[in-house]
């Protein structure tokens, strides 16, 4: 085990705010900079995480309780898999990138589930692993659905301006109610893609998180 601990960076946001192309961007800096780095995602490839899509493209049927469930089951594996989980990555003192952690939770599971309600599911998964950073890419419904328009050739389940609207909502709730505990940074994303890579390098330099600097 490493003497110290690799740091944990989160990146979320709505549809279109950049979290995939920004996070692998950073990934790639930070392997530049000859950091050990393990970047991962939400939900993931695993077993659950492939029941989870299935349900999200329709292909499984199951309710908003039953989701948020399988949701908390897919991080506590992510957190806590011998194999890849995170915790056995930090503990080694390698960083983990990850797109989406509990916020993305809190963000599309409200208001079928109270705020109160899949905080506290997502409890046992904030004290096993709190993140480090985690960087909120913050773009108006409206530049999402124009990036959606532009960049993709069809529209998901959840990929309408109401859905989107409610989803960015719920994500400004959560992250004025919880943001303090969990050092939260807002980044405004409808820059462009350098100034927004330029301002989370500064962010992550600031914060100390780097352990060879």
Same mark, same amino acid.
């Given at each position: ?16 705010? =950049? ?6 961007? #950073? ?52 957190? @806590?898999?011998?194999?890849? =989980? ?41 004290? @096993? ?18 990036? #959606? ?29 919880? =943001? ?5 940074? #807002? ?16 962010? #992550? ?9």
């Amino acid at each position: 085990m490493s003497e110290q601990r690799g740091k944990f960076i989160v990146f979320e946001g709505i549809d279109g705010s =950049g979290k995939s192309t920004v996070s692998a961007a #950073i990934h790639a800096w930070m392997l530049s900079l000859d950091e050990p780095v393990h970047k991962t995602f939400e939900p993931t490839d695993g077993p659950i995480g492939s029941v989870i899509r299935n349900v999200l493209k329709h292909r499984i049927v199951a309710d908003e309780k039953t989701i948020g469930a399988m949701f908390v089951a897919d991080r506590l594996d992510h957190i @806590l898999n011998n194999e890849n =989980g995170m915790l056995k990555y930090l503990n080694q003192g390698t960083h983990v990138i990850c797109d989406r952690y509990y916020y993305s939770s809190y963000a599309y599971h409200v208001p079928y589930l109270s705020l109160d309600y899949v905080i506290k599911a997502n409890s046992v998964c904030a004290d @096993l692993l709190r993140p480090d950073l985690v960087i909120y890419l913050k773009i108006t419904p409206e530049i999402s659905m124009d990036r #959606i328009g532009k960049n993709r050739s069809s529209s998901d389940l959840f990929e309408t301006k109401e859905r989107i609207t409610q989803v960015f909502n719920n994500y400004e709730k959560a992250i004025a109610r919880e =943001g303090h505990s969990d050092n939260v940074k #807002i980044v405004d994303a409808s820059k462009p893609l350098e100034e927004v890579l330029d301002e989370v390098k500064i962010l #992550i330099q600031n914060e100390s998180m780097m352990l060879n600097k």
